[in-house]
């Protein structure tokens, strides 16, 4: 019986060994690949945190052209005879794109007649008369007294009086034009500081995510392959951290953007013409003549479009820079290419050593997963459709259908429209998907009716002085020196901002608010310099003076983030609901996902999406709700197969086909 149990224990204590060593493989393949899991989730979270960053600022060029529609359209265009700040609000939805019996397409492109133009020099301002009546104004000279009685010193007196009025006139008319050149200029250089300012910070994000398929930096500048080794090894088990090295054949990282080396074939900028108008007088005969001019722009031949005898303005800022790359070419925006897709690939392998099995070749492990960014948005595409292996979007048919026609990469002209005139368009934008009007309605230009024509009655009036000089982080919006005594103390305590300002910079702000069309297509982050700004500066991508901070901001101490720009909206304007149906109202609408309802559910929690807005937020999280939603992407692992199908539905309607940056065959 003692030989039999000794026989039997050794086989016993085999089965014994085998079993155990069989679980601590599982065990480590279990761990080896919950390990990669969560390294290739890190490093799709990084690529979000870029690509939030970059569509933060692309949202900022969409505000920069708003301002500049809206500064053309409503201050610059205030006077005009039948312009809706003039008029009784009447139907708050009708098209007012022709004024004076021009043909009304809605775009405000330069087929209608109807031109929109700089001109300030008019009684909402505080001027004696209004040379801004219309585009092609046409005052006659006051007539002359005649001598009835040469002995009658009242006759006298009469005529000294009307010649001093005809020189006022006269001075008036000859100093109207430059007046309105000069705050055309200032406006268009505002506009494009901030378009310079956002491309160098989405070019440089971008460069950094593109360089190299096995590495980039993130928002600090950090390697992400590097950050992501880290969360291997510290989810490692012991036996398989100490079989893992870092040579290419046990540890891969893949960095799906940086295929190419290149940003662009994945991030595709839609330079544009921008068309503004300015009315310039002469009054050098006998009539004070108004006439639209334009400022900016190029001809069919492409030729600049301006008014070459202005030497006193900065001729850089006249026209667009001969390089569409140019940091300061005026652009639409960026767009992503979907055939190009953002995600990370993880691959380890280790070779763990079993204690009942010393010697011979230990068993080999290996892992890998696939984590991709999803649910954001950097920002519309241009067209609707997006095929198979072009670098920009293409179609008939325009997102924003208000958006200037782009210009052809390889001419530098706008391309053609479907009638074969070449159209440069006014600013102008879309309010909500499918606008047919935006700035070209009555209830959008008299929007802050209100708030506008309270201040002028107080006295204070649109003066270019107002910005003559960018504060610091080339901010645009009217920001006069303090030491500027024009008008008095032109800079007031605005308590909504918090510093002293001139009374239109807290209307600019308003205008620029997020709007059903930025909630559809852009991630709007509503505290981006708390969650991006600050890491950037921390990973020298730019440095406090330099940081791009949000529009309306005079400073880091005096952010302006978009919740504020939202409040002061509010505040300013109509309190009519069908008035402003189109704006934004409160920051919490702007969120897009939601946390899970908890740790093993992902229902749609009713009880709380929405609801963390009801006192001042402060969560660090993108959107500032940590738990009733977030805007901007997150992040989901993804199947290899997914990243390698040949039918995903990433062009538009009735688009499909493969990914152009798909996962390496040898990984």
């Not at 989901?636 to 538009?652: Q, R």
């Given at each position: 019986m003692a030989?039999?149990?000794?026989?039997?224990f050794?086989?016993?204590?085999v089965?014994?060994?085998?079993?155990?060593n069989?679980?601590?493989?599982?065990?480590?393949?279990?761990?080896?690949?919950n390990?990669?899991?969560?390294?290739?989730?890190?490093?799709?979270?990084?690529?979000a945190?870029?690509?939030?960053?970059?569509?933060?600022?692309?949202?900022?060029?969409?505000?920069?052209w708003?301002?500049?529609?809206?500064?053309?359209?409503?201050?610059?265009?205030?006077?005009?005879?039948?312009?809706?700040?003039?008029?009784?609000?009447?139907?708050?939805?009708?098209?007012v794109?022709?004024?004076?019996?021009?043909?009304?397409n809605?775009?405000?492109?330069?087929?209608s007649?109807?031109r929109?133009?700089?001109?300030v020099?008019?009684?909402?301002?505080g001027?004696?008369?209004?040379?801004?009546?219309?585009?092609?104004?046409v005052?006659?000279?006051?007539?002359?007294?005649p001598?009835v009685n040469?002995?009658?010193p009242?006759?006298?007196?009469?005529?000294?009086?009307v010649?001093?009025?005809k020189d006022?006139?006269?001075?008036?008319?000859?100093?109207?034009g430059?007046?309105?050149?000069?705050?055309a200029?200032?406006?268009?250089?505002?506009y494009?500081?901030?378009?310079?300012?956002s491309?160098?910070?989405?070019?440089?994000?971008?460069?950094?995510?593109s360089?190299?398929?096995?590495?980039?930096?993130?928002?600090?500048?950090?390697?992400?392959?590097?950050?992501?080794?880290?969360?291997?090894?510290?989810?490692?088990?012991?036996?398989?951290?100490?079989?893992?090295?870092?040579?290419?054949?046990?540890?891969r990282?893949?960095?799906s953007?940086?295929?190419?080396?290149?940003?662009?074939?994945?991030?595709?900028?839609?330079?544009?013409?921008?068309?503004?108008?300015?009315?310039?007088?002469?009054?050098?005969?006998?009539?004070?003549?108004?006439e639209a001019?334009p400022?900016t722009?190029?001809?069919?031949?492409?030729?600049?479009?301006h008014?070459?005898?202005?030497?006193?303005?900065?001729?850089?800022?006249?026209?667009?820079?001969?390089?569409?790359?140019?940091?300061?070419?005026?652009?639409?925006?960026?767009e992503?290419?979907p055939?190009?897709?953002?995600?990370?690939?993880?691959y380890?392998?280790?070779?763990p050593?079993?204690?009942?099995l010393?010697?011979?070749?230990?068993i080999?492990?290996?892992?890998?997963a696939f984590?991709?960014?999803?649910?954001?948005?950097?920002?519309?595409?241009?067209?609707?459709?997006?095929?198979?292996?072009?670098?920009?979007?293409?179609?008939?048919q325009?997102?924003?259908?208000?958006a200037p026609?782009?210009?052809?990469?390889?001419?530098?002209?706008?391309e053609?429209?479907?009638?074969?005139?070449?159209e440069?368009g006014?600013?102008?934008?879309?309010?909500f998907?499918?606008?047919?009007?935006?700035?070209?309605?009555?209830a959008?230009?008299?929007?802050?009716?209100?708030?506008?024509t309270?201040?002028?009655?107080?006295?204070?009036?649109?003066n270019?002085?107002?910005?003559?000089?960018?504060?610091?982080n080339e901010?645009?919006?009217?920001?006069?020196?303090?030491?500027d005594?024009t008008?008095g103390?032109?800079?007031?305590?605005?308590?909504?901002l918090?510093?002293?300002?001139?009374?239109?910079?807290?209307i600019?702000?308003?205008?620029?608010?997020?709007?059903?069309?930025?909630?559809?297509y852009?991630?709007?982050?509503?505290?981006?310099?708390?969650?991006?700004?600050?890491?950037?500066?921390t990973?020298?991508?730019?440095?406090?003076?330099?940081?791009?901070?949000?529009?309306?901001?005079?400073?880091?101490a005096?952010?302006?983030?978009?919740?504020?720009?939202?409040?002061?909206?509010?505040?300013?304007?109509?309190?009519?609901?069908?008035?402003?149906?189109w704006?934004i109202?409160?920051p919490?609408?702007?969120?897009t996902?939601w946390?899970?309802?908890?740790?093993?559910?992902?229902?749609?929690?009713?009880?709380?999406?929405?609801?963390?807005?009801?006192?001042?937020?402060s969560?660090?999280?993108?959107?500032?709700?940590?738990?009733?939603?977030?805007?901007?992407?997150?992040?989901?692992?993804?199947?290899?197969?997914?990243?390698?199908?040949?039918?995903?539905?990433?062009?538009?309607?009735?688009?499909?086909?493969s990914?152009?940056?798909?996962?390496?065959?040898?990984?």
């Amino acid at each position: 019986m003692a030989i039999f149990i000794a026989l039997i224990f050794q086989v016993l204590f085999v089965f014994f060994a085998m079993i155990v060593n069989v679980g601590l493989i599982v065990h480590d393949k279990i761990n080896l690949q919950n390990s990669v899991d969560i390294a290739a989730y890190y490093a799709a979270q990084r690529q979000a945190e870029m690509l939030n960053a970059i569509a933060h600022q692309n949202y900022q060029i969409r505000q920069a052209w708003k301002l500049l529609a809206w500064r053309i359209r409503v201050l610059g265009d205030l006077g005009y005879k039948e312009h809706p700040m003039q008029l009784d609000t009447g139907n708050l939805f009708q098209d007012v794109s022709a004024f004076d019996g021009g043909v009304s397409n809605g775009n405000g492109l330069i087929k209608s007649k109807w031109r929109p133009t700089v001109c300030v020099n008019h009684g909402i301002w505080g001027s004696i008369q209004n040379l801004c009546y219309n585009s092609k104004t046409v005052i006659p000279e006051l007539p002359s007294v005649p001598t009835v009685n040469p002995f009658f010193p009242a006759n006298f007196g009469i005529g000294a009086a009307v010649k001093r009025l005809k020189d006022i006139a006269k001075a008036d008319c000859a100093a109207t034009g430059p007046v309105n050149f000069e705050l055309a200029i200032r406006w268009i250089k505002a506009y494009r500081n901030q378009v310079a300012s956002s491309k160098r910070i989405i070019r440089e994000y971008a460069r950094s995510m593109s360089e190299n398929p096995y590495e980039f930096r993130d928002i600090k500048k950090n390697s992400v392959r590097g950050g992501t080794l880290k969360v291997l090894k510290y989810n490692l088990t012991r036996a398989n951290l100490k079989s893992l090295n870092e040579s290419e054949d046990q540890f891969r990282f893949f960095n799906s953007l940086g295929t190419t080396g290149k940003s662009q074939d994945w991030l595709n900028e839609v330079p544009i013409y921008p068309l503004i108008y300015y009315t310039d007088l002469d009054g050098k005969g006998k009539v004070c003549r108004g006439e639209a001019k334009p400022i900016t722009g190029r001809d069919q031949e492409n030729r600049p479009v301006h008014d070459l005898g202005k030497d006193d303005v900065d001729d850089f800022f006249r026209n667009e820079p001969q390089q569409i790359t140019d940091d300061y070419h005026s652009i639409f925006g960026f767009e992503k290419n979907p055939w190009m897709m953002a995600y990370v690939g993880v691959y380890a392998e280790t070779k763990p050593r079993k204690p009942y099995l010393p010697f011979g070749d230990p068993i080999v492990l290996r892992a890998k997963a696939f984590a991709k960014p999803f649910g954001g948005r950097i920002g519309p595409w241009y067209y609707t459709t997006w095929p198979k292996g072009k670098n920009s979007s293409s179609g008939n048919q325009k997102v924003d259908n208000l958006a200037p026609l782009p210009l052809d990469p390889n001419t530098g002209l706008p391309e053609q429209s479907s009638s074969g005139v070449l159209e440069l368009g006014i600013p102008n934008y879309s309010r909500f998907p499918g606008d047919p009007l935006g700035l070209v309605s009555k209830a959008a230009l008299a929007l802050f009716k209100e708030s506008i024509t309270s201040v002028v009655k107080s006295g204070d009036y649109l003066n270019p002085v107002f910005y003559s000089g960018t504060p610091a982080n080339e901010d645009g919006l009217a920001m006069a020196s303090e030491t500027d005594s024009t008008n008095g103390e032109i800079n007031k305590s605005i308590p909504s901002l918090g510093y002293k300002a001139p009374w239109i910079r807290e209307i600019e702000v308003a205008a620029i608010a997020p709007d059903l069309f930025d909630a559809t297509y852009y991630s709007v982050e509503v505290n981006a310099f708390g969650n991006y700004t600050k890491k950037g500066i921390t990973g020298n991508y730019f440095n406090e003076e330099t940081a791009p901070l949000d529009i309306g901001s005079y400073n880091i101490a005096t952010i302006v983030n978009v919740a504020k720009q939202m409040e002061i909206s509010r505040s300013l304007a109509s309190k009519n609901p069908t008035m402003n149906f189109w704006m934004i109202k409160e920051p919490k609408h702007l969120l897009t996902a939601w946390a899970p309802s908890g740790a093993f559910s992902y229902d749609f929690p009713k009880e709380s999406f929405g609801n963390c807005f009801d006192s001042p937020p402060s969560v660090p999280v993108p959107g500032m709700c940590a738990r009733g939603g977030r805007v901007g992407y997150s992040v989901k692992i993804v199947s290899e197969e997914y990243l390698k199908s040949e039918k995903l539905p990433l062009g538009g309607a009735g688009v499909v086909g493969s990914l152009s940056n798909p996962p390496p065959a040898n990984f």
